[in-house]
Nanobody
C-alpha cells in the first residue's frame, strides 16, 4: 500500500510563491507517474501537472510558466514550485501517484492520492 504525505501548503499573497512536497512511503513495487491535482470549493478536481519517472513534464495551460514540477526518484518524492500565484490558484492540492505492479508484459496500475494540502492566495 502506498501512502502519500503532502506538505508545504499555506497562505500567501498574490504574486508570491509556495513549494509543495509529496513523499511516497509504504510497501510498493514501483511508482511511475507522479503529479498534482487541485480542487476549489464548488468545482471538480482538476489536473495541474504530471512528471514521469524519466522527468518528462506536462502542465495545465492555467499554470504553464508559473508552476514547476520535479521529482527525486530515489526518495519517491515529488515537488511543486508555484510562483506568481494568483487568487484563482486557491484550492486544496492533492498529490497523485501511479503504482506499477506485476511483471513485464502484464503490468497493472493503481492510482493513489494524498490527503490534500490547502493553498490560499490572498489579493
Amino acid at each position: 500500500q502506498v501512502q502519500l504525505a503532502e506538505s508545504g501548503g499555506g497562505l500567501v499573497q498574490s504574486g508570491g510563491s509556495l513549494r509543495l512536497s509529496c513523499a511516497a512511503s509504504g510497501s510498493f513495487s514501483r511508482i511511475t507517474n507522479m503529479g498534482w491535482y487541485r480542487q476549489s470549493p464548488g468545482n471538480q478536481r482538476e489536473w495541474v501537472t504530471t512528471v514521469t519517472t524519466g522527468g518528462r513534464t506536462n502542465y495545465a495551460p492555467s499554470v504553464l510558466g508559473r508552476f514547476t514540477i520535479s521529482r527525486d526518484n530515489a526518495k519517491n518524492t515529488v515537488y511543486l514550485q508555484m510562483n506568481s500565484l494568483k487568487v484563482e490558484d486557491t484550492a486544496v492540492y492533492y498529490c497523485n501517484a501511479l503504482e506499477q505492479t506485476g511483471d513485464f508484459g502484464s503490468y497493472a496500475y493503481r492510482e493513489h492520492w494524498g490527503q490534500g494540502t490547502q493553498v490560499t492566495v490572498s489579493s
